[in-house]
Structures are given as structure tokens and as C-alpha cells.
């Protein structure tokens, strides 16, 4: 990247500014701010400037910034600065580095400029001569009072957060009009061999496996595998409306740079969603408050939105229990309910207020001790921010909430994370989905249902189960194991199969509030008198077996590491990806299988020492157990590509908004010729 597209992205980081630009609209006055100082000096030097366009709407940073913005060199000087030479060194709160001698001259008149990126500082450095040598001091200004910002901390809060702004009339997704009960009656049955291909690519698709697909007549199987895959319908033009809710740490720890990277991650957002999607904005620190009500992001929200988002200022403690409470009133107290719901929860740090007893005793909490307030209905997509964070809270929030955790080792990497999210969010297909199994026979009892996070219900006497999937993302798939016995048949039976199961799904389309059943699916295996060389274990079932018992070796190698024992995680770690590797499908090259392999061998290096786990291990291990259980895409690592594995759930409009967000952070400023 040329120096003058990075002297516009360190701009962008050091300006803590964002601006919306309404597509069917003149840019506004603000945008003009960003145009290119190059084609504005040429203007003011005499020369006639060629016509540049705006920049970007958002200014984000490269994922190489770290590698940029690490120059050694004193920009008023122009020569080295290094620690340890005697120079006192000066970083501003844009996180900008000069020698403290030459920042301070050059600011001696009270200028409050960055020389750099002409961020407006808080703090300036000043020298004053006290004797023979300069005494180098700060000057800081007084914050500002909270009041004084009033039009985005409201000074009193309603009591009640039923001031969302109104959905439109006409749109299917508005839940508070009673269509649902017009609509039950209206049941659309997928597999219908009637049905149009470009119809059925609207409908879930739903198969089944057998481990095997032969078993012996005179043989019993007590514990015989049977996959339910599901994949749910492609994605279209038209786009289920979000309610989303942010929960954003702006706690002192979260000042420079990490501020600025979440308010670029935060714009990112802001401008992908649509205009009948609505927002609410909560930010924590010491206390949380709710930045504005649910709005919908038209041209106007977008801008108000930005503008709140902006003017954030990172002080106080961290208190995600109250930054929770306030997201729930938010859902709870709307008026009206877009068809889909999520919270995302982003924090850097340990929560400093968990222990403190400052917990209101009328508050309902989970009883497993968390953070998360009964009565939270929707997933909270949680991301633990750099490596201080307590990802073991974080994880357990939206474990029980029913989202995702992400960790995000690489700061610069949050754009990417959010967008790779809020594109699963935006593309929802399915809602409310339910599988129901049903044993055929009295003899044939299901032994478990083995469905990672998901829960799952087995009747006593073992002749059914179901499964709540919930909602699935455009083209996501889900794959269930299904273990049930398999008794003798009769030596005179003349059937040459054994019937085993019924499969039954349901689920709600978001778009239309229309309930839709697929047709039964039924599972059988064959019941030759024996069985020859082409009854191999299928690849299917194999597969997901894998999966599940690796999140089983995760599950035992953390269990070990918080005890302490660190080699012991690790041998846990390599014993398995031996069995691992020696299973079907890894021998066939399957692509999963291969991932799982160099992600495991990930964590064992995550576990090297007490340090490293506790800097990064346990996060790794937390967010890949996340993914592998719900089957559901999650950023991990120092980037969102660190392994094929951190693909393997990431749908098509995952990719299509991550690649938004990585083209936008590299797009250079062009000029109009």
C-alpha cells in the first residue's frame, strides 16, 4: 500500500470520526471535511485541483496497521526515536508518537491539533524551565460533564423503553399484529415432488444417513448412528428486519486506539443495515446507559446513529451486568418486534463489579451464577476484545443466552468480526425451527440425541425426541447424531429392511410468518442374512462424529488446564487427534477433519505454558468449542482466517459481508477524471 493510502488510514484512526452518506443524496457538508488536504493545498497554492470524490463512508483501519504504524521516526523531526536513547517520547490519545521536546514546542501557543491526523487532544505536553533543565508536564482539560451531552445521555431515562420507533405498517414482520394464528392454518409441505425447483430453493432441505447402510439380519446393534442433516433455503433479495442491540464496553481501559477501532466497527454495522432493520446502542462503563431507543436505520437514524457513536469517550470501570440489564429492557419493553432479534456484547475487560456485592437482590438471575438477567429471549453474540478480557464469562453468557463467542486477539480485527456476524443476522431464514424423532417400532428405543448446545428432549420411554434448532442463517447447515438400537429380525420375515425412525421439522418462515412442515422422513437400513465389503461407515455420519468428539477432547483438555495441569490438556489434545486422524473420514481427505487436526494442534500450543493459556488459550479454546457446538461460525485467533475451521460454518452472506468490510478497509481516496 502506497504511503499516501496509509497517511488516509492513520487519518481516519486518528479523527474518531465516521460519516454516513445517504446514497440517493449530495454527500453532506461533513464528508466535504474528508476530501483529499493534498487536492486542497493545490487549490490554496493557486493550481487548479482536480476533482476528487469523497472518501469512503467509513474510514476503517487495514488489518496492517500494527506493521504501519509502528514507524520509529519523530514526524516534526524526522529522526529516530527509540526508547532508551535519552529522548523523551510523547503519545498522544490518537495514539500518535512524537519527542516530547518537539511536540511541546510545537504546541506552545495552545495549539491542540495533532499534527498528523488534526485530531483535537484532550491533553497537550508543555515545557516549563525550572532551572538549568525543562520540567515536562501535561496540560489536561477537564472532562466534560455527562449533562452536557444531552443529546446522547439523556439526563433522565424513561422508566419504561417503549419508545421504539414504530416498524412500518405494512411490513410481514411486524409481530405484534396477531397474523401467526391466520397462518398456522396455511402449512407448506417441502418435499412435495410437485414442487418447483426455484420454489424448493426457498424450503429446507432435510436428509438423513445411516452409519451403515446394511446391518445383519440375525445381529443387534445397541448403539446404531442415524444423521439428520439439515440446510436451510438459499438467500434472497429480500431480507428478514433486525432488531439488533450493542453492548459496548467503554470502560477506561477501552481509551486510543481500541476506541477508535470499535467506532469504525461500529459505523461498519451502522450503514449495513437497512433501513427497516432498528438499532439501540447501550454503552457500560462504570454504570450503562442507553444511548438512543430502537430507531430504524433510514438515512436519518444512520446519521443520528453515527453521531452518537462518534461522541464516546472511554472512562469508568466495567459493569456488563448492568449493560445487560439495560439491553433486556430494550427488547422487552418495545412496542413492536421486528421478526428477528440478537444483542451483541463486546468487552476488553474483567468485570469489576461482579464480586462487589453491588447486585440488586430484586434482580433474577440465571441460576448458574452468570451475568445474564432471566429473561433474556434472544441470542447475545459475545466478543471478548484483546487479551484481557474474562472469556470464560463471556463464553458463559452466550452459551446460555443461545449465541456465539468470538475472541479477537487481533484488535485491528474487530471490523472484520462484527461484519462477519451481523451477515449471519441480516440473512435469517428460518425461525423457531423444532425436529421431531419418532421411533416405528416398539422394539427400536432412541439411546441419545447428541446435538452439541442445542437442546434436546428424549420421552422415558425412549420413543421420541425432539430438538429445538431455532433460527438458521441463509444456506447454514445443521447435522444432528441420532443413536438408536436395532433388534434381530425374525428369520422368516420376508422384509428385507428394518424401518427405524420418523423424522418430522417445523419451522417459521420470517418473511411471512407462515408455519412450515416438511414432509416426514423416514429412516431405514437394510436387513441382508450378511453383509459384504460395500457396507462401509458413510463419510456423513463420520464426519460429525468427529466434530462432536473433538469438542469432547476440548471440553477435557480445558477441564485440565483450569485444574492446573497443563500437560495433561496437552496429551489430552494429542492422543485424540491421533484417533482423529485414523477415522474414515480423515483418511478420505475430508476437508473438516483435516481443520479440526490443525485447530487442536492450536490449542496445544495455546497451552505451553500457564502464560500463554491464560493470555490466550483458554479464549481460543472457549470460541472454538462456541463454533463446533452450535455449529455456527465464530472469529477466533489473530484473524477471522486463522484456519479453515473458522470457515466451516461461515455461510455465503457471512463471506459476502466480510469481503464488504476487508475491500472498504483497504479502498483507496480516487479521483474523478
Same mark, same amino acid.
Given at each position: 500500500?502506497?504511503?499516501?493510502?496509509?497517511?488516509?488510514?492513520?487519518?481516519?484512526?486518528?479523527?474518531?470520526?465516521?460519516?454516513?452518506?445517504?446514497?440517493?443524496?449530495?454527500?453532506?457538508?461533513?464528508?466535504?471535511?474528508?476530501?483529499?488536504?493534498?487536492?486542497?493545498?493545490?487549490?490554496?497554492?493557486?493550481?487548479?485541483?482536480?476533482?476528487?470524490?469523497?472518501?469512503?463512508?467509513?474510514?476503517?483501519?487495514?488489518?496492517?496497521?500494527?506493521?504501519?504504524?509502528?514507524?520509529?521516526?519523530?514526524?516534526?523531526?524526522?529522526?529516530?526515536?527509540?526508547?532508551?536513547?535519552?529522548?523523551?517520547?510523547?503519545?498522544?490519545?490518537?495514539?500518535?508518537?512524537?519527542?516530547?521536546?518537539?511536540?511541546?514546542?510545537?504546541?506552545?501557543?495552545?495549539?491542540?491539533?495533532?499534527?498528523?491526523?488534526?485530531?483535537?487532544?484532550?491533553?497537550?505536553?508543555?515545557?516549563?524551565?525550572?532551572?538549568?533543565?525543562?520540567?515536562?508536564?501535561?496540560?489536561?482539560?477537564?472532562?466534560?460533564?455527562?449533562?452536557?451531552?444531552?443529546?446522547?445521555?439523556?439526563?433522565?431515562?424513561?422508566?419504561?423503553?417503549?419508545?421504539?420507533?414504530?416498524?412500518?405498517?405494512?411490513?410481514?414482520?411486524?409481530?405484534?399484529?396477531?397474523?401467526?394464528?391466520?397462518?398456522?392454518?396455511?402449512?407448506?409441505?417441502?418435499?412435495?415432488?410437485?414442487?418447483?425447483?426455484?420454489?424448493?430453493?426457498?424450503?429446507?432441505?432435510?436428509?438423513?444417513?445411516?452409519?451403515?447402510?446394511?446391518?445383519?439380519?440375525?445381529?443387534?446393534?445397541?448403539?446404531?448412528?442415524?444423521?439428520?442433516?439439515?440446510?436451510?433455503?438459499?438467500?434472497?433479495?429480500?431480507?428478514?428486519?433486525?432488531?439488533?442491540?450493542?453492548?459496548?464496553?467503554?470502560?477506561?481501559?477501552?481509551?486510543?486506539?481500541?476506541?477508535?477501532?470499535?467506532?469504525?466497527?461500529?459505523?461498519?454495522?451502522?450503514?449495513?443495515?437497512?433501513?427497516?432493520?432498528?438499532?439501540?446502542?447501550?454503552?457500560?462503563?462504570?454504570?450503562?446507559?442507553?444511548?438512543?431507543?430502537?430507531?430504524?436505520?433510514?438515512?436519518?437514524?444512520?446519521?443520528?446513529?453515527?453521531?452518537?457513536?462518534?461522541?464516546?469517550?472511554?472512562?469508568?470501570?466495567?459493569?456488563?451486568?448492568?449493560?445487560?440489564?439495560?439491553?433486556?429492557?430494550?427488547?422487552?419493553?418495545?412496542?413492536?418486534?421486528?421478526?428477528?432479534?440478537?444483542?451483541?456484547?463486546?468487552?476488553?475487560?474483567?468485570?469489576?463489579?461482579?464480586?462487589?456485592?453491588?447486585?440488586?437482590?430484586?434482580?433474577?438471575?440465571?441460576?448458574?451464577?452468570?451475568?445474564?438477567?432471566?429473561?433474556?429471549?434472544?441470542?447475545?453474540?459475545?466478543?471478548?476484545?484483546?487479551?484481557?478480557?474474562?472469556?470464560?464469562?463471556?463464553?458463559?453468557?452466550?452459551?446460555?443466552?443461545?449465541?456465539?463467542?468470538?475472541?479477537?486477539?487481533?484488535?485491528?480485527?474487530?471490523?472484520?468480526?462484527?461484519?462477519?456476524?451481523?451477515?449471519?443476522?441480516?440473512?435469517?431464514?428460518?425461525?423457531?425451527?423444532?425436529?421431531?424423532?419418532?421411533?416405528?417400532?416398539?422394539?427400536?428405543?432412541?439411546?441419545?440425541?447428541?446435538?452439541?448446545?442445542?437442546?434436546?428432549?428424549?420421552?422415558?420411554?425412549?420413543? @421420541?425426541?425432539?430438538?429445538? *434448532?431455532?433460527?438458521?442463517? =441463509?444456506? %447454514?447447515?445443521? #447435522?444432528?447424531?441420532?443413536? +438408536? /438400537? !436395532?433388534?434381530?429380525?425374525?428369520?422368516?420375515?420376508?422384509?428385507?429392511?428394518?424401518?427405524?425412525?420418523?423424522?418430522?421439522?417445523?419451522?417459521?418462515?420470517?418473511?411471512?410468518?407462515?408455519?412450515?412442515?416438511?414432509?416426514?422422513?423416514?429412516?431405514?437400513?437394510?436387513?441382508?442374512?450378511?453383509?459384504?465389503?460395500?457396507?462401509?461407515?458413510?463419510?456423513?455420519?463420520?464426519?460429525?462424529?468427529?466434530?462432536?468428539? @473433538?469438542?469432547?477432547?476440548? *471440553?477435557?483438555?480445558?477441564? =485440565?488446564? %483450569?485444574?492446573? #495441569?497443563?500437560?495433561?490438556? +496437552? /496429551? !489430552?489434545?494429542?492422543?485424540?487427534?491421533?484417533?482423529?486422524?485414523?477415522?474414515?473420514?480423515?483418511?478420505?481427505?475430508?476437508?473438516?477433519?483435516?481443520?479440526?487436526?490443525?485447530?487442536?494442534?492450536?490449542?496445544?500450543?495455546?497451552?505451553?505454558?500457564?502464560?500463554?493459556?491464560?493470555?490466550?488459550?483458554?479464549?481460543?479454546?472457549?470460541?472454538?468449542?462456541?463454533?463446533?457446538?452450535?455449529?455456527?461460525?465464530?472469529?477466533?485467533?489473530?484473524?477471522?482466517?486463522?484456519?479453515?475451521?473458522?470457515?466451516?460454518?461461515?455461510?455465503?452472506?457471512?463471506?459476502?459481508?466480510?469481503?464488504?468490510?476487508?475491500?472498504?478497509?483497504?479502498?483507496?481516496?480516487?479521483?474523478?477524471?
Amino acid at each position: 500500500m502506497g504511503s499516501s493510502k496509509w497517511k488516509k488510514v492513520k487519518m481516519a484512526l486518528g479523527s474518531n470520526f465516521c460519516i454516513y452518506v445517504p446514497t440517493t443524496a449530495s454527500p453532506p457538508q461533513s464528508a466535504a471535511m474528508l476530501l483529499s488536504s493534498a487536492a486542497e493545498r493545490r487549490t490554496a497554492g493557486g493550481s487548479p485541483a482536480t476533482a476528487r470524490r469523497p472518501w469512503s463512508p467509513v474510514l476503517r483501519l487495514s488489518r496492517s496497521l500494527s506493521r504501519s504504524s509502528s514507524s520509529k521516526k519523530c514526524t516534526i523531526c524526522l529522526t529516530s526515536m527509540k526508547q532508551g536513547d535519552g529522548e523523551a517520547i510523547f503519545t498522544s490519545e490518537c495514539a500518535h508518537s512524537f519527542h516530547f521536546k518537539c511536540i511541546a514546542s510545537n504546541v506552545k501557543h495552545g495549539n491542540r491539533i495533532c499534527p498528523i491526523c488534526r485530531a483535537k487532544w484532550k491533553e497537550i505536553p508543555v515545557q516549563a524551565s525550572t532551572g538549568l533543565d525543562p520540567a515536562m508536564t501535561l496540560v489536561r482539560r477537564p472532562p466534560p460533564r455527562q449533562n452536557s451531552n444531552r443529546h446522547i445521555f439523556p439526563a433522565n431515562e424513561p422508566a419504561v423503553f417503549n419508545d421504539d420507533e414504530a416498524l412500518d405498517i405494512q411490513t410481514p414482520n411486524n409481530n405484534n399484529n396477531n397474523n401467526n394464528n391466520n397462518n398456522n392454518n396455511n402449512n407448506n409441505n417441502i418435499n412435495d415432488d410437485n414442487t418447483s425447483d426455484e420454489s424448493s430453493l426457498k424450503r429446507v432441505l432435510m436428509r438423513t444417513y445411516t452409519e451403515v447402510p446394511a446391518v445383519p439380519r440375525f445381529s443387534i446393534v445397541d448403539d446404531f448412528a442415524v444423521l439428520i442433516h439439515l440446510k436451510a433455503p438459499v438467500s434472497t433479495s429480500s431480507r428478514a428486519a433486525v432488531d439488533l442491540v450493542t453492548v459496548l464496553d467503554i470502560s477506561g481501559s477501552m481509551a486510543g486506539t481500541k476506541m477508535a477501532l470499535l467506532k469504525r466497527a461500529m459505523c461498519f454495522v451502522i450503514q449495513n443495515l437497512g433501513p427497516a432493520g432498528r438499532l439501540s446502542v447501550i454503552v457500560f462503563s462504570s454504570t450503562a446507559r442507553r444511548l438512543f431507543p430502537l430507531r430504524k436505520m433510514s438515512d436519518t437514524g444512520k446519521q443520528n446513529a453515527l453521531q452518537a457513536v462518534n461522541s464516546l469517550v472511554a472512562n469508568g470501570g466495567t459493569n456488563i451486568a448492568e449493560g445487560l440489564i439495560k439491553a433486556k429492557k430494550v427488547m422487552s419493553d418495545r412496542r413492536e418486534k421486528n421478526s428477528v432479534a440478537s444483542m451483541i456484547l463486546l468487552s476488553d475487560g474483567q468485570d469489576t463489579y461482579q464480586v462487589s456485592g453491588g447486585w440488586d437482590s430484586g434482580q433474577n438471575w440465571s441460576n448458574q451464577g452468570l451475568l445474564v438477567p432471566q429473561g433474556i429471549d434472544v441470542p447475545v453474540h459475545a466478543f471478548g476484545f484483546g487479551t484481557d478480557h474474562d472469556a470464560s464469562l463471556m463464553h458463559s453468557i452466550s452459551e446460555v443466552s443461545g449465541g456465539t463467542f468470538s475472541f479477537i486477539e487481533n484488535e485491528s480485527v474487530i471490523q472484520d468480526a462484527f461484519a462477519q456476524c451481523i451477515g449471519g443476522l441480516l440473512s435469517v431464514v428460518v425461525k423457531g425451527m423444532r425436529v421431531i424423532i419418532e421411533s416405528v417400532s416398539p422394539s427400536i428405543g432412541i439411546q441419545s440425541l447428541k446435538t452439541g448446545s442445542y437442546t434436546s428432549h428424549s420421552t422415558d420411554d425412549r420413543k @421420541s425426541g425432539r430438538i429445538e *434448532v431455532g433460527d438458521l442463517y =441463509a444456506d %447454514e447447515e445443521r #447435522d444432528f447424531l441420532v443413536s +438408536v /438400537n !436395532i433388534p434381530k429380525e425374525m428369520e422368516l420375515t420376508s422384509c428385507n429392511e428394518t424401518l427405524l425412525l420418523k423424522v418430522h421439522c417445523s419451522y417459521t418462515d420470517p418473511m411471512t410468518n407462515e408455519t412450515v412442515s416438511l414432509v416426514t422422513e423416514s429412516v431405514r437400513v437394510e436387513r441382508p442374512k450378511s453383509v459384504g465389503n460395500k457396507n462401509v461407515v458413510s463419510v456423513e455420519v463420520d464426519r460429525q462424529r468427529n466434530r462432536l468428539q @473433538s469438542a469432547e477432547a476440548m *471440553v477435557q483438555a480445558r477441564t =485440565a488446564a %483450569e485444574a492446573g #495441569d497443563l500437560a495433561r490438556a +496437552v /496429551n !489430552i489434545l494429542e492422543n485424540f487427534r491421533k484417533v482423529l486422524l485414523k477415522t474414515v473420514a480423515a483418511r478420505s481427505g475430508d476437508r473438516l477433519c483435516i481443520a479440526l487436526d490443525a485447530e487442536l494442534k492450536e490449542m496445544q500450543e495455546r497451552m505451553a505454558s500457564r502464560h500463554v493459556y491464560e493470555h490466550s488459550g483458554r479464549a481460543y479454546v472457549l470460541s472454538g468449542l462456541s463454533s463446533h457446538t452450535w455449529q455456527r461460525a465464530t472469529a477466533r485467533g489473530d484473524s477471522t482466517d486463522s484456519f479453515s475451521t473458522v470457515q466451516a460454518y461461515r455461510t455465503p452472506s457471512m463471506t459476502e459481508m466480510l469481503t464488504r468490510s476487508q475491500a472498504n478497509m483497504l479502498q483507496p481516496t480516487r479521483s474523478s477524471r
